[in-house]
């Protein structure tokens, strides 16, 4: 909370510094060509832009520099324990020569005084150490966003391959697969970017509709990516006899 209070008011004076900054340019363009300021209003308005900017910069930099550096200060050591050199990932055997015997072992759990480290499928993936801890955050950040970015990647893919044109997809028959259905609709299936994907073709509601692919599924069809009125837009072509 104390942060955010303190990142509102480097805000505050940053907004003060630019109205500042812009009214002394105002005021040195007035005093130099037009005369309409005194020596005194432009001194002033220099002064005022100086200390706003001033103000945010000591406000600012111990703040964020801060903030910026908190994932490096969390210490290594607990209980006479050096954690530094253990990483998630590591066997129970490369940890303990690492640290040396534990107090206690089992197959999940490894304890070093009152440090607890937590094993699954024989690799370290938690502990009780602050820096164990800081560990699996970043991890679960990474992952985290990581999935975002293949959501990301696979909605752009699904709206990419849904919005060619039939046409499109005519010229490219002979590496887009293609698949009359017994309804008259048709499928495509393409790959894209290692996602391979299906598009179906609905002409009685003119809707296309991209599935990624899922084999544990009996259609093949997982969660839909795009949806789009692509084949309702395609305008037909209009023959004129003369």
């Known amino acids: 909370m104390f942060s955010i209070l303190i990142a509102l008011i480097c805000i505050v004076f940053f907004l003060l510094f630019v109205v500042g900054l812009v009214l002394t340019l105002k005021s040195t363009f007035q005093f130099f060509v037009t005369k309409n300021a005194t020596k005194k209003q432009l001194l002033s ?28 200060k969390v210490s290594t050591k607990s209980n006479g324990y050096d954690f530094k050199n253990i990483k ?58 990581k999935k975002s970015d293949d959501s990301n990647n696979e909605k752009s893919a699904a709206q990419y391959f849904g919005s060619k044109s039939t046409q499109k997809l005519a010229e490219q028959a002979s590496y887009v697969p293609r698949t009359q259905m017994s309804n008259g609709n048709m499928m495509y299936s393409e790959t894209i970017s290692n996602i391979k994907m299906y598009r179906i073709d609905d002409y009685q509601t003119g809707v296309t509709t991209v599935y990624k692919a899922d084999e544990s599924k009996e ?24």
Do not use: C
């Open 45 to 72: 308005s220099v002064i005022g832009t100086f200390l706003f900017l001033s103000i945010f910069v000591v406000t600012a930099i111990p703040t964020f520099g801060n903030s910026s550096n908190a994932t490096t």
């Open 88 to 145: 998630l990932g590591m066997t129970q055997k490369e940890v303990s020569d690492k640290l040396g015997k534990p107090s206690s072992q089992d197959d999940r759990v490894m304890t070093y005084g009152n440090n607890t480290l937590y094993f699954a499928d024989g690799k370290l993936n938690g502990g009780s150490p602050k820096f164990i801890q800081q560990q699996v955050n970043q991890k679960n950040s990474n992952e985290k966003q």
């Open 219 to 242: 259609d093949g069809l997982g969660a839909i990516l795009y949806q789009g009125k692509t084949v309702a837009q395609e305008k037909p072509k209009t023959t004129i006899v003369y």
